[in-house]
């Protein structure tokens, strides 16, 4: 199975920051994505990283508010931009394998 | 657009005992996968079990394995010999065989059921 690291692993932040969390892959992964969990509820994708070009963004999330980078084929970065307390949730990286998607170990974000 | 549906927010089962998960999906696609997942109170989501569509035959992991009904579009999980480790949030996914685009690779999860086991 793929390896897949995130950090940093929780974070408490006040509204109006942003927050840039980190996702570390092993080369077996092809794609990359990153999910949202939020309180209680089940995950939801907010975007595909594209390896050196914009990523591809699911309907209801926005480039401006999840600027999403992924300068090579191992590594992505997720921003909260402008945070408010809405966006306190699980954030969840993950790579797709050859038949199976893995998951990173979640950056739990609170904000106040 | 697929859904995926957990009807059971929670469920309970005696340690050593077998359980079963209940899973229904909707789609109009005839190739796809559909997996458990766990969630441990760690939060890492591990991969229980995965099904290809196209494969009659049910997913087995060990103590974990699968009924797949694809006519019904039903996938439930059974858990045999239940142990204290197996409590968890447990969500069903599906995915796309469509290889146009990463898109199809996304995962679209039902709501979870948690799963407690009692000693």
């Known amino acids: 199975s793929a390896v897949i690291s995130q950090k940093p692993s929780r974070d408490i932040c006040q509204r109006g920051t942003s927050l840039t969390i980190q996702c570390q892959v092993d080369?077996?992964?092809?794609?990359m994505f990153w999910y949202r969990q939020q309180p209680g509820q089940s995950l939801t994708l907010i975007a595909t990283?594209?390896?050196?070009?914009?990523?591809?963004?699911e309907s209801g999330f926005v480039i401006d508010k999840f600027p999403i980078s992924r300068p090579n084929l191992t590594f992505s970065t997720l921003t909260v931009s402008n945070m408010s307390p809405e966006d306190s949730s699980i954030y969840l990286c993950?790579?797709?394998?050859?038949?199976?998607?893995?998951f990173g170990p979640g950056t739990r974000l609170l904000v106040l | 657009a697929q859904t995926v549906t957990q009807s059971q927010p929670e469920m309970s089962v005696q340690e050593a005992e077998t359980v079963t998960l209940s899973c229904t999906y909707d789609?109009?696609?005839?190739?796809?996968?559909l997996f458990w997942y766990k969630q441990p109170p760690s939060r890492q989501m591990i991969l229980v079990i995965r099904?290809?569509?196209?494969?009659?035959q049910n997913a087995t992991e060990n103590r974990f394995s699968v009924n797949f009904q694809k006519a019904a579009k039903s996938f439930s999980l059974k858990i045999s010999d239940s142990q204290l480790g197996d409590a968890a949030m447990y969500f069903c996914?599906?995915?796309?065989?469509?290889?146009?685009?990463?898109?199809?690779?996304?995962?679209?999860f039902g709501k979870g059921t948690l799963l407690t086991v009692n000693p």
């Open positions: 789609t109009s696609e005839s190739d796809y996968y």
């Open positions: 993950s790579g797709q394998g050859k038949e199976t998607q893995y």
């Open positions: 080369s077996q992964v092809t794609m």
């Open positions: 099904q290809e569509a196209y494969k009659q």
């Open positions: 990283a594209n390896q050196g070009s914009e990523a591809t963004y």
């Open positions: 996914a599906y995915r796309s065989a469509l290889n146009s685009g990463g898109s199809n690779y996304k995962l679209t």
